[in-house]
């Protein structure tokens, strides 16, 4: 019996002695994280100053957003950058960007942030939070920024603190976002969960100057882009609910009287447009339905055939040069895997491709890119 | 020497108690309880009949009695576990396909669900059923169509020996887990009643090092509170007549953690889950011919809510109906032919009204033994949803046993399958897509199996291998509607091609009083993407995400003077994470140790364990940006009335 318990304490001797060394030999490995099959890129840039961001979403819940440059003065194209710069990810669904002096606006979604970097080592600044779900941000002027939210309301962001200095109460979704005079003109959508039924859509006048809404002017379901043309006229594109509520139309504005002065409704209500863009000449307008769309803002009807067919690419992303006029479309591919940035001319004629990360959705040109 | 020993190890444990943490104990304290010394049974039982069938008895799930499904699934089969942390949706994959793929039975009830077509397997504790069974690929169509991967079947059956079997149990975890579960079975030689009460809640506050943050942060709304009970009345009737009635009830109250990208301390998602599931059995048992008719009735809630922004709720019912026959009067051969019918309903937030699906499934196995070496099986299922037939669904599959006096089996076998779409497929509001087609999939398989047990039982073997090749056509895919980063579709998108072998290996031996056992599996997996998007998509030939090409675990269990120590080591290969393969998440492996002791007392059993998980406290992820607890400990108490047997 003796010689029993003796075994037993050997048993537990040799058990704590195995679990001591399996603790001891703890804490040293390196940690499990996503990472790219390919050695990291390790182009050499001196500065961000002078080129084209693209702004990779990512896919939502996987953290894995990113931008990808494309440097005018080298040529050089490299991606990832803020994980570079910073030795960290971007974080979750990245949607836009926008410059404002030396300083970029990465205005990343689900993460609920704004990542403020320097343009000349895209290094963090700061992080701006307390948003709701952001999408796009507006420079109002010097000192301040709208940033449009997926729920309850605007923020206005203070762009010498970069903080969040106060709201515009919405109640639900604000989207695109353009000043025209003094006002700030938002596209509202309305309330996130409701179906295209229930939702309100509609142009938020803001007077920025009281940092208020004035007046609203009622549009098809679901405004998700707004430009302004040379005539001072403001164009919105409606996708028509993303249940397919309606079809989807391009309308025209007169913000001067707020009233909507043209209609023109896309006769198929499966084929949803998006990413409406205007030339730096503001007289021909682009957008995305079954490839790159062109319309000259005094065409009286719809283009019928895009200008870039899609050719089975699963275009996601448009932009038009601010300078050259060039339009940047993205393939997404199949969301799952690295897309493609396709440069045009003005002509449709293709000039160059460039792979981005997970999803490239948007563009951000610096000041004086002219590629 | 014997002084020094005590010291020795009394010291040992001095300190590895001050290297753990008082706060801390495990995250899933499995426990053990074997009634009798060295109760060690085959753990596995292969019974193929031309098909791969895997049984775990409860040989191994007393050990794991506080876990959930995943963790038995992961520590000891091949299947790939796809976790979104502990205590959050866990899914399954069987060789190369989707949770979708695979099909999660209780008593032979479908628990997936009609909208999503899968089933979350943290919510389904061990406490519940008293074994597995594991149907492989075609194996599968004996029981229903769609289920590419396989069946897992959780099965709970009467001991007619048994007057009375009590066991309660508490354990309590790292991160205020704390566990407890009562089962009772009482009965006589014709009637048995088994009753069980789970309880589970957790805060689940692990902490992790957060990548963007830089620092390391406590996991945020992770916590849940789980509880169930089942009841199970068996009563036979001169050998020949068996009726049941089982029945199921869950609630799970879930917050669902940030990711972490998006860590928030205020962040508020949230998912409320009550089952209910009921089945009765009537079974006819002649010398020649049986006969089996079923009818269940499942009722699942479910409240999703994020923020104030989403709060939806789905409910569904299922009423499920079987009439089984088989028949073995003619020489050589049996034939079961059977027929299946359910009607599910479902009422969500996310449809537009009341859907409704009624399936008719009629199913036939024709087994023929040819000769004494070779037996072939053919199972034809033809499935009629509403009004409408799919496809006939075939498998053949053939046995050859070479010896008599050896326990070897050569299988193969080869099937057609299709997967018909889920309600959520069909009918989710401004995503459904009426005009999808059923999922199609042709797959070969070949198998061998030995087992040995020597004369005096003291040593036995098994041994396992198969290989298969699978397509799956017009495979469902959801994603991202062009233009609309907040809208997905499914679509008949993906081509897939699946090939791969598994091994499986085990062993126990007696010797010098110690009882010594291991089991290892291994899998190699290659799924590939067959169809392009574009041409421009660089997925063709790529390995499908999050399907590992490696998967391996191994359990070493040793026994002596009523000790027990369990050593599971798990590793899964690197997962890619985008279909061109450009990203991939690293493999990993995960080490965990059970240390126990079972300690009779007059009347009573009492059982003292300790476990650790994630001992080398790798600091890991299994999907990207959803944190895993490093290094967590658990203590679970047990006391055991031993079964008084007739």
């Given at each position: 019996m003796k010689e029993k318990y003796i075994n037993s304490y050997k048993f537990l001797l040799f058990f704590s002695l195995l679990t001591l060394a399996a603790l001891t030999h703890s804490c040293s490995k390196t940690p499990i994280r996503e990472h790219k099959v390919d050695p990291p890129d390790t182009t050499h840039i001196t500065s961000y100053a002078n080129g084209i961001f693209v702004v990779n979403e990512g896919n939502y819940n996987w953290g894995n957003a990113s931008v990808t440059f494309i440097d005018n003065k080298s040529n050089a194209l490299i991606q990832d950058i803020f994980k570079k710069s910073n030795d960290r990810s971007l974080g979750d669904v990245a949607e836009s960007m926008k410059i404002a002096d030396n300083l970029g606006y990465l205005v990343v979604n689900n993460s609920n942030r704004i990542e403020v970097v320097s343009l000349s080592d895209f290094k963090s600044v700061t992080t701006i939070t307390g948003l709701n779900s952001p999408r796009y941000l507006e420079i109002v002027d010097s000192t301040k920024a709208y940033v449009t939210n997926l729920q309850k309301d605007i923020s206005i962001i203070d762009l010498h603190t970069n903080t969040v200095s106060g709201t515009i109460k919405t109640n639900g979704w604000t989207e695109n976002l353009i000043k025209y005079d003094k006002y700030m003109l938002v596209t509202s959508i309305g309330t996130f969960s409701d179906p295209s039924s229930k939702r309100r859509a509609q142009i938020f006048v803001i007077d920025t100057q009281l940092d208020a809404i004035v007046d609203s002017i009622q549009t098809g379901k679901e405004p998700i882009g707004i430009v302004i043309d040379k005539k001072q006229k403001v164009w919105v594109l409606c996708s028509g609910g993303y249940d397919n509520y309606e079809a989807p139309s391009l309308i025209r504005i007169n913000p001067e009287l707020r009233l909507v002065e043209k209609i023109f409704t896309f006769s198929n209500p499966a084929e949803v447009p998006s990413r409406l863009c205007i030339n730096p000449t503001a007289d021909t307008l682009y957008f995305l339905k079954n490839g790159v769309c062109q319309m000259p803002v005094a065409a009286a009807v719809l283009p019928?055939?895009?200008?870039?067919?899609?050719?089975?690419?699963?275009?996601y992303g448009l932009a038009v040069h601010p300078a050259t006029g060039h339009i940047y479309v993205s393939d997404a591919k199949d969301y799952v895997q690295n897309g493609t940035v396709y440069q045009y001319n003005t002509s449709g004629s293709l000039l160059k491709q460039y792979t981005a990360g997970r999803i490239p959705g948007s563009f951000c040109f610096t000041r004086n890119s002219s590629k | 020497m014997t002084r020094t020993t005590k010291y020795l190890s009394l010291f040992s444990m001095i300190l590895l108690a001050a290297i753990l943490p008082w706060r801390n104990y495990a995250e899933n304290p499995a426990d053990t309880l074997k009634l009798k010394e060295f109760e060690v049974k085959s753990k596995y039982l292969y019974d193929n009949n031309c098909f791969k069938r895997v049984k775990i008895d409860s040989a191994i799930l007393i050990n794991h009695l506080n876990t959930d499904l995943s963790g038995i699934l992961a520590q000891y089969t091949t299947i790939f576990i796809k976790s979104y942390g502990i205590g959050n949706l866990a899914t399954p994959s069987f060789r190369g396909t989707t949770a979708q793929h695979t099909q999660v039975e209780w008593n032979g009830i479908s628990l997936n669900s009609p909208m999503l077509g899968q089933v979350d397997l943290s919510q389904i504790p061990v406490s519940q059923f008293d074994g597995l069974e594991i149907l492989y690929g075609a194996a599968g169509i004996t029981r229903t169509s769609g289920a590419f991967g396989g069946v897992i079947n959780l099965v709970t059956n009467p001991n007619w020996n048994n007057i009375l079997n009590v066991l309660a149990m508490q354990s309590f975890g790292s991160f205020n887990t704390f566990t407890s579960n009562l089962n009772a079975a009482a009965g006589t030689g014709s009637f048995q009643s088994h009753t069980k009460f789970n309880y589970s809640v957790a805060a689940n506050d692990f902490p992790y090092y957060n990548d963007l943050l830089k620092t390391t942060v406590r996991q945020q709304n992770s916590s849940y509170r789980l509880y169930g009970m089942s009841e199970e009345l068996f009563w036979k009737l001169k050998d020949k007549h068996l009726f049941s009635i089982k029945f199921r009830f869950n609630h799970n109250d879930q917050n669902l953690p940030p990711t972490a990208s998006n860590y928030d301390t205020h962040h508020q998602e949230k998912q409320k889950t009550q089952d209910l599931f009921a089945v009765i059995d009537y079974k006819y048992v002649e010398k020649k011919f049986s006969l089996l008719v079923r009818s269940a009735f499942a009722d699942q809630k479910m409240n999703y809510s994020l923020d104030s922004s989403i709060n939806d709720s789905h409910q569904y019912y299922q009423w499920i109906n079987k009439i089984k026959f088989t028949y073995t009067g003619i020489r050589n051969f049996s034939i079961r032919p059977g027929i299946d019918f359910t009607c599910d309903q479902v009422n969500s937030d996310s449809y537009n009204g009341v859907k409704k699906r009624n399936t008719t499934s009629f199913c036939s196995e024709f087994i023929y033994d040819i000769g004494k070496k070779v037996k072939a099986s053919l199972v034809i299922r033809e499935d009629m949803i509403d009004s409408k037939f799919l496809p006939l669904v075939p498998a053949l599959g053939v046995e050859y046993?070479?010896?008599?006096?050896?326990d070897l089996a050569f299988t193969m076998n080869m099937a057609r399958n299709y997967r018909y779409p889920t309600l959520n497929d069909l009918y989710?509001?401004?995503?459904?897509?009426?005009?999808l087609k059923p999922e199609t999939n042709y797959a070969v398989e070949g198998g061998v199996n030995y087992k040995y047990t020597s004369g005096n039982r003291k040593f036995s073997v098994g041994a396992s291998l198969a290989a298969y090749y699978s397509w799956i056509y017009q495979m469902i895919t959801w994603s991202q509607v062009n233009g609309n980063a907040y809208l997905w579709k499914p679509e008949n998108i993906d081509e897939i091609k699946a090939r791969g072998i598994e091994t499986g290996l085990n062993f126990s031996i007696e010797f010098l009083h110690f009882v010594i056992g291991n089991t290892s599996n291994y899998s190699f997996c290659r799924s590939t993407y067959e169809k392009a998007s574009s041409a421009y998509d660089q997925k063709i030939g790529k390995q499908q995400i999050y399907i590992p090409v490696h998967t391996f675990n191994n359990t070493l269990t040793v026994e002596r003077w009523k000790f027990y120590l369990n050593y599971n080591i798990c590793y899964v290969s690197d997962r890619y994470t985008a279909k061109d393969n450009l990203t991939v998440m690293p493999g990993y492996s995960i080490s965990n140790i059970i240390f126990g002791r079972n300690i009779a007392l007059k009347k009573i059993v009492l059982s003292l364990q300790s476990q650790i998980n994630n001992l080398f406290n790798l600091d890991y992820?299994?999907?990207?940006d959803r944190p895993m607890p490093g290094i967590n400990y658990g203590i679970t108490v047990k006391l055991a009335l031993p079964g008084i047997q007739r």
């Open positions: 019928v055939q895009p200008m870039i067919a899609s050719e089975g690419r699963l275009l | 046993v070479p010896w008599k006096t050896i989710w509001t401004g995503s459904g897509n009426a005009d992820q299994s999907l990207v």
